[in-house]
């Protein structure tokens, strides 16, 4: 009998390590990905930094009139072309830099 309260309260220390070790595990996945989401926001604000300069660079639009709805437009395509690429696997790498720096810190 006393051998099956140590065994039962070997196999309840054991559960409890594993439940703590499994949701430690849990944890830092879910950290992980918010890093990653975090990294690639933070790549889209630089990329769409780098297209707003790049458009204010552009002497104008030949094609169609310089308007306060067309700037609306164009600063909406420039912040969703630059969610898609940061979102690309082929991105410019920022994303990727930022995450093995900071993974660390976790």
């Known amino acids: 009998m006393d ?3 140590v065994n039962q309260n070997l196999a309840k220390a054991n559960l409890g390590k594993i439940e ?7 944890r ?4 992980e990905k918010e ?3 975090a990294c690639a926001g933070f790549e889209a604000i630089f990329l769409n930094t780098m297209i707003k300069s790049m458009r204010d ?3 104008g639009d030949a094609l ?3 308007s306060h709805g067309m700037d609306i437009y164009k600063s909406m395509y420039d912040e ?3 969610d898609e ?5 082929t991105s410019i790498g920022v994303k990727e830099f930022l995450y093995q720096q900071l993974k660390e810190s976790l």
Do not use: C
Not at 21 to 26: A, K, R, Y
Not at 28 to 31: C, D, H
Not at 85 to 89: C, D, E, G, V
């Open 85 to 89: 690429l940061s979102k690309s696997k």
């Open 57 to 59: 660079s552009l002497p």
């Open 64 to 66: 169609l009139n310089d």
């Open 20 to 26: 703590k070790q499994t949701s430690d595990l849990v």
């Open 35 to 37: 890093l990653k989401e």
């Open 80 to 82: 969703h072309l630059a």
């Open 28 to 31: 830092n996945n879910i950290r």
């Open 3 to 5: 051998i099956d309260l």
